[in-house]
C-alpha cells in the first residue's frame, strides 16, 4: 500500500511535470507535439496517485513485485522517448536530404542562368517613361 508522504511526493512530481509541460509550450520552448509524452506521463501519475490499487492490481496480474513493476514502467517509458526521439530525427533527417537535393538544383540552374549571361549581351534597357508634368 502506498503511504500519504509517498502519495503527496508523487501528486506534487505529476503537477510539476503538467505545470513544467504547459510552461514551456507556453513559452514557445517546447513544441505540442513533443509535448504529448510529458502531459501522458503526469496524467499517468495523477492517476496511479488518485488510484493506486490500479497500479497494485496490474502488479498481482503479472506477479511482479511493486519494485520489479516500477522499474518495467519506467523502462516502457524510456522506450516510448527513444521511440518518440527515433521517429522525430528520422523525419528531420528525410527533410534535410530533400532540401539539400533542391538547393543541389537549384544552383545548378543558377549556374546555367550564369553562363547564359556571360555568352550573350544583355538586351538593351528600354527608356522608363516619364511622370506628366505637374501644373501649378
Not at 16 to 27: C, D, H, N, Q, V
Not at 79 to 95: D, K, N
Not at 107 to 135: F, G, I, Q, T, Y
Request: charged share 20%; net charge positive; proline share 7%.
Amino acid at each position: 500500500m502506498m503511504t500519504w508522504p509517498q502519495r503527496i511526493v508523487l501528486l506534487l512530481l505529476g503537477l510539476g511535470i503538467l505545470a513544467l509541460t504547459l510552461e514551456l509550450i507556453r513559452r514557445r520552448r517546447l513544441r505540442e507535439e513533443y509535448a504529448v509524452l510529458w502531459v501522458c506521463t503526469g496524467i499517468m501519475i495523477l492517476f496511479f496517485v488518485v488510484m493506486p490499487n490500479v497500479l497494485f492490481s496490474v502488479g498481482a496480474w503479472l506477479s511482479l513485485d511493486h519494485g520489479v513493476l516500477m522499474t518495467f514502467l519506467c523502462f516502457l517509458f524510456l522506450a516510448a522517448i527513444v521511440l518518440h526521439y527515433s521517429v522525430v530525427i528520422s523525419r528531420h533527417s528525410e527533410r534535410e536530404k530533400h532540401l539539400a537535393q533542391e538547393l543541389a538544383l537549384m544552383r545548378d540552374e543558377l549556374e546555367k542562368l550564369r553562363a547564359e549571361s556571360r555568352e550573350s549581351p544583355p538586351p538593351p534597357a528600354e527608356p522608363k517613361p516619364r511622370p506628366p508634368a505637374l501644373r501649378t
